[in-house]
């Protein structure tokens, strides 16, 4: 499992960097888009060539909030990121439900977050059984998740086949 827990923060290692490196290519992309309150279902899609990373909420309180989710490719195509995050730290709204799907990748390493109250820049990684992490989607347990959310993160491998 250690072994495992170390591949996976090497992969986010690795696609971090890329991202962070490469911002300016065709590997990364971050959009900005409105997280919606008002308890109804909304979804969020970025594609970056044939893979798709889809977040999909429902959350309650406050005013719409400006998130960002960033996708990217690693640079042999191997390994498909997909982040979902509030820029400006704690996040007002409650989250009844959400899901993120990756198409086109399978899971190999998946995060989730919420924000301390004190201070609210820090993020706190969700409990395990706070969400559930399947082949291509993270998606929050029912009567668990505890409804705040500031950031997830999933990395998966690409399809591709080997020569």
């Not at 290692?13 to 990364?28: H, K």
């Not at 889809?54 to 309650?60: L, R, V």
């Not at 690693?74 to 995050?85: A, I, N, R």
């Not at 990684?125 to 409804?147: I, M, N, Q, W, Y």
Request: charge should be negative; aromatic fraction near 10%.
């Amino acid at each position: 499992m250690a072994i495992i827990n170390n591949l996976a923060f090497l992969a986010l290692l690795v696609v971090t960097l890329t991202v962070a490196l490469a911002s300016a290519d065709d590997r990364t992309k971050t959009v900005e888009f409105n997280v919606k309150p008002g308890g109804e279902v909304h979804t969020f899609s970025e594609k970056m060539r044939e893979y798709e990373c889809s977040f999909t909420y429902a959350s309650q309180g406050g005013t719409n909030e400006q998130w960002l989710m960033s996708v990217g490719l690693s640079d042999d195509d191997g390994l498909f990121s997909c982040s979902v995050w509030r820029p400006q730290g704690k996040s007002y709204l409650f989250f009844t439900q959400f899901k993120a799907e990756l198409k086109g990748a399978k899971v190999e390493y998946a995060s989730a977050y919420s924000q301390t109250a004190a201070g609210g820049q820090r993020d706190v990684t969700l409990k395990e059984d706070e969400f559930t992490v399947g082949d291509s989607t993270v998606t929050h347990k029912d009567g668990k998740f505890r409804a705040e959310l500031s950031k997830l993160t999933i990395i998966g491998r690409t399809r591709h086949d080997e020569l």
